[in-house]
């Protein structure tokens, strides 16, 4: 049974959360979507994580990792070989695609393949103007001087 959730109340009380509500909507239409092959996101620090994706049989020529705008796809399909000879065909080898959403100011930095795994490390780097800063707080805060108003016309002549 599919639930689905109506999202249009949320959009009457914010502003600037689109990309949330799309987000959700599209995670809630990807679990149809098969799982295979398996994959793990683990943060390996405080501001970078790794997705390995389990791609036994694939060599590196079968896969494809794009990045565009937040979304990481990662595709894979691999090149047709005989069945002849095969008992059991148990490692599956059909076409798969991955797609991940990745939050603001979140890039890839590389990607390798290494005994079966396919890891792709991501790094989030904030903008300078983004990160928290320190306000110095002042003890005696230098009082504004009052301006003097602006001449904008000249002195009129009294005669």
């Known amino acids: 049974m599919a639930t689905s959730y109506d999202y249009a109340p949320l959009f009457r009380s914010s502003v600037g959360f689109d990309r949330v509500f799309s987000l959700l909507e599209n995670a809630q239409r990807a679990r149809s979507v098969s799982d295979w ?9 405080d501001d970078s994580y790794r997705i390995s994706i389990a791609v036994a049989g694939f060599e590196q020529a079968d896969l494809d ?22 008992l059991h065909r148990g490692i599956a080898g059909r076409p798969f695609e991955h797609r991940f959403e990745l939050a603001d100011h979140v890039r890839v930095t590389g990607a390798g393949l290494k005994n079966g795994l396919l890891s792709i490390d991501l ?8 990160k928290p800063r320190k306000i110095e707080i002042q003890t005696n805060p230098a009082r504004a001087q009052p301006c003097a108003p602006v001449q904008i016309e000249g002195q009129k002549n009294v005669a």
Not at 37 to 45: G, L, M, Q, V
Not at 65 to 85: A, Y
């Open 37 to 45: 092959p398996p994959y793990d996101i683990a943060k390996t620090s």
């Open 65 to 86: 990792v794009t990045f565009q705008s937040n979304l990481v796809t990662v595709t894979g399909k691999k090149q047709e070989t005989d069945n002849d000879g095969y």
């Open 123 to 130: 790094v989030r780097e904030i903008p300078e103007a983004l």
